[in-house]
């Protein structure tokens, strides 16, 4: 619900006042339905406190997937484009989907075409989503264009979750494994230290190494604490500066074991959409502006923007991409047979269709890999600290069995 400020005039004489709607003309009809005329109206501004904190994207894949499919079988069932932005914006489950819908039925009422409402709810509809609407516009096929929508995003989400499944687990196990080992430092070593200072002697080297951990944790443990909130606030500042960023997905695209992965969904991501809009027939070079600026990765997107300027130049659009490490021998030459043959759609499809595939068996393969190697690791340090507890106690045990 949005809030809109009016002045108007009833029979008692001037009013002016706020009140809540879905849309502008919702709000008129409201006044006009308490004896209202309406003179000026305007959406108030969200105030900081009033606005959806959003995290990531505004409107969840899973929730766009339904609502493109739902919005495709209306249209196919010969319900008009607003009748049916208005009906699926009374049950979609998303809020922000659901205001936006909310405002690009009244856009449309006020005869604005699909398209341009979509526009202007920016926040919710990425380029490819609005250029993929124009071309549908164009050639009458806008059910269509929305099935194809709907496959995309759908095939975007379950790569996603792959990709998040394969990186979720290392991250688990570590967070766990911090707060285990802080857990054993700070509650559970000190309760042995006066025991050992009572025994007196040489304690082991790894005893004298974890006490020595435990009292550093006791008496500065803000300092990790300031250290952590200092790298997340210095990952978030460098990956919104776009010159810091590129060097950062670099460093992504290299990593060991998951730089791999990440490498596949990116290409992945990226055939899916040019595939997406040139079947869609969006122009080849907006096709690739669009694909540099939602391939989220801006190492890639640099190679795009390469090729678009070689196809600018009369050049193949596969050289600046054979002249790249992240692009593998059988992308590009898939793309210059496309090219070649005057089908580069179908064969950008199957290049997607191929990387989709391995990004789900590298990420089975990698849970099977990274799962034991996580309970090895996480066993060591916690054994660790246990033997380094339990040496200097046999010690003690001994000398008392001598002493008796």
């Not at 604005?112 to 993929?132: D, G, H, T």
């Not at 909130?229 to 776009?242: D, Q, T």
């Not at 990765?297 to 678009?308: C, L, M, P, T």
Request: without cysteine; aromatic residues 8%.
């Amino acid at each position: 619900m949005a809030k809109f400020v009016y002045t108007g005039r009833d029979r008692r004489g001037p009013k002016k006042g706020t009140l809540t709607a879905h849309s502008k003309k919702e709000a008129i009809e409201k006044l006009q339905s308490n004896g209202i005329r309406v003179k000026e109206i305007e959406q108030k501004p969200e105030t900081f406190w009033e606005q959806d904190i959003v995290i990531g994207r505004a409107v969840k894949l899973e929730h766009m997937v339904i609502f493109l499919r739902q919005f495709a079988a209306l249209l196919q069932a010969g319900v008009t484009v607003v009748d049916s932005a208005f009906i699926l914006s009374q049950q979609t489950d998303s809020k922000p989907l659901r205001r936006a819908l909310t405002n690009m039925e009244a856009d449309m009422r006020e005869g604005r075409p699909l398209s341009e409402a979509a526009e202007k709810q920016k926040k919710i509809f990425e380029p490819l989503f609005i250029n993929m609407l124009k071309a549908g516009e164009a050639t009458g096929t806008l059910d269509q264009t929305f099935s194809d929508l709907a496959v995309h995003y759908e095939r975007q989400h379950r790569t996603r979750q792959k990709v998040i499944s394969a990186l979720a687990y290392p991250v688990v196990v570590g967070i766990v494994a911090v707060f285990v080992v802080i857990f054993l430092l700070v509650s559970v070593v000190p309760t042995f230290v006066g025991m050992f200072e009572d025994f007196g002697g040489e304690l082991p080297a790894i005893t004298r190494f974890v006490i020595y951990s435990s009292e550093w944790m006791q008496r500065f443990w803000y300092v990790i604490a300031l250290l952590a909130v200092l790298a997340a606030g210095a990952v978030w500042l460098l990956r919104r500066r776009p010159e810091s960023k590129i060097y950062i997905d670099y460093a992504i695209l290299r990593m060991p074991l998951f730089g791999n992965l990440m490498r596949k969904a990116v290409l992945a991501r990226m055939t899916r959409t040019l595939s997406s809009l040139f079947s869609n027939s969006v122009p080849i070079l907006e096709a690739m502006d669009i694909t540099g600026n939602v391939v989220g990765n801006e190492v890639i997107a640099g190679v795009i923007k390469e090729s678009r300027q070689s196809l600018e130049r009369g050049e193949s659009i596969t050289g600046p991409m054979q002249r790249h490490w992240a692009f593998p021998p059988l992308l590009h030459q898939m793309v210059a047979i496309g090219e070649e043959t005057g089908s580069l759609d179908q064969m950008l499809s199957k290049v997607a269709d191929f990387y989709e595939a391995e990004v789900e068996t590298v990420t089975d393969r990698l849970k099977a890999l990274i799962e034991p190697l996580m309970i090895v690791l996480l066993a060591a340090i916690v054994g660790t600290i246990v033997i380094s507890i339990m040496v200097p106690m046999f010690e003690i045990f001994n000398t008392v069995q001598e002493g008796s």
